[in-house]
């Protein structure tokens, strides 16, 4: 890929070697094709800039561009003004930025939409979308692991709402679609309070799935892969069953999810709620949380630091990874599609642990080679004990997406990646983590 500032134009090319220059797609009813630059434009560039001459102001804008400029062309009208003091280790918020452009929709086609989790990694591009879009959005987060900061840029904007609270406890609000994301989805996280977690992925869900049942909502819960525990069936259907460990380390999440699942098709079955379950596979992307322990984050993270890369077990287990954008296409489509019955969404590449640690390990050099970074030694890739219950195989069948939904994942593993190094070096840069 070309820097713009050599005024080449920037291709993101897909698995089949198509340029992306959207996301989403107009079907079911429903248009939620966005452009990629706008998507890009409210996550791949700095939080704030360095206080300093007019000068050094010019140049470090330069190097922002530089750095950026690889993934994103979007308006800079749109980019916060905030200031950061680098002597005095402050920062000098301001609301003094515009709002990326949204469609303005007429009343008839805008929907009112609550996510639930909407601060966390996939709730906050899915509230971006939605957004663009034009539709109104309210985000109900108790920020354990979301962070107001992945969705700041839209607090104030008149079509968006931010609420603090815990969906453990009732929530009331007039609504057309809930997405419940709410619930903490990496292992340290979800085992920190493993009660807690049980107690969200139940009384959340029944509490949400009250409120649809109150305004007649349609209802999508984004249920895991994890609901198949560690399976003896590869890749694992939707009409797959599991084999999970009832009382180990990762019950509270795996068990949690599938009665969650059992409660939603109870609302359905016995009072007619339109439900939708989304059973995502491993996602990564940028926004994604660098300390929650997930595979993709800690490879990335390690290398951009000169650390050596951490293996769990022998390297030989493998995973498929799919990229934040496609599912959102995924859920989205599911959300406005006929289909009730669980889904699985997911990218069917698969890699073993210890492959995709080599391939994070080469993008994260070309990277720093193309902005002139030199290394003092290679990252080296290092093996530990697996941890308990850690599934040896992860896969999608994604057969019933295909066909119910017309969805399927455009992204390539190392298209996506490269995104989300450069996000993570742009946050090491500006000190954010």
């Given at each position: ?5 050599s005024?080449?134009?920037?291709q993101?090319?897909?698995k ?5 220059k ?13 452009a990629?630059?706008?998507l ?10 360095v ?5 050094q ?6 190097k ?13 009208a749109y980019?916060?003004k ?14 003094l ?7 303005l ?25 939605l957004?663009?879009l ?13 962070s ?7 607090v104030?904007h008149?079509n968006?709402?931010l609420?603090r609270?815990?969906v ?15 619930c ?7 085992q ?14 029944l509490?949400?799935?009250?409120l ?24 694992q ?14 019950a ?25 379950v ?39 287990q493998t ?31 698969e ?8 391939l994070v390990r080469?993008i ?5 080679k193309?902005?002139?970074?030199k290394?003092?030694r ?11 219950d850690d ?43």
């Open positions: 890929m070309a820097n713009i500032l005024g080449k134009t920037i993101t090319m897909d089949n070697g198509q340029e992306i959207s996301v989403g797609f107009q079907r079911f009813g429903f248009d939620c094709e966005v990629l630059d706008s890009r434009s409210l996550y791949l560039r700095s939080h704030y800039v206080s300093a001459s007019e000068s102001v010019q140049e470090l804008d330069a922002e561009e530089e750095g950026h400029g690889y993934l994103t062309q979007g308006p800079n980019q916060s905030s200031i950061f003091h680098p002597h005095t280790q402050s920062i000098s918020y301001t609301t930025s515009r709002f990326a452009p949204v469609k929709l007429p009343a008839s086609s805008r929907k009112r939409v609550l996510v639930t989790g909407g601060a966390g990694f996939v709730g906050s591009h899915l509230v971006d979308r957004m663009l034009g539709h109104e959005v309210t985000v109900l987060d108790n920020f354990f692991t979301g107001k900061t992945t969705v700041s840029h839209w104030g008149p968006f709402e609420v609270h815990d453990v406890e009732p929530f009331m609000i007039e609504c057309d679609q809930i997405y419940h994301l709410a903490p989805a990496s292992p340290p996280h979800y920190f309070n493993a009660v807690k977690t049980i107690k969200t992925s139940f009384i959340g869900t509490n949400m799935l009250g649809a049942k109150r305004t007649k909502a349609r209802f999508l819960i984004s249920s895991t892969s994890e609901v198949y525990g560690d399976p003896e069936v590869h890749p259907p939707e009409d797959y069953w599991g084999h999970v460990n009832p009382i180990g380390p990762r509270c999440y795996d068990e949690g999810k599938r009665v969650a699942e059992t409660l939603t098709y109870g609302f359905h079955n016995q009072d007619g709620v339109d439900v939708r989304a059973r995502i596979f491993n996602t990564y992307g940028p926004r994604m949380n660098p300390h929650d322990g997930r595979v993709v984050s800690n490879f990335i993270v390690q290398a951009l630091r000169g650390e050596d890369m951490t293996v769990y077990g022998d390297g030989k995973r498929s990874f799919q990229y934040i954008h496609d599912l959102i296409d995924g859920l989205i489509a599911l959300m406005n599609s006929d289909e009730t019955r669980p889904v699985n969404i997911g990218n069917g590449d890699f073993t642990i210890g492959e995709f640690a080599e080469e994260v050099e070309k990277v720093q193309e902005d002139g970074i290394l003092e290679r990252v080296q890739i290092v093996y530990k004990p697996i941890p308990t599934p040896q195989k992860r896969r999608p069948d994604t057969t019933r997406a295909k066909n119910s939904l017309g969805w399927q994942p455009r992204w390539s593993v190392r298209m996506g990646l490269e995104e989300m190094v450069r996000y993570y070096k742009a946050m090491i840069s500006e000190g954010s983590m």
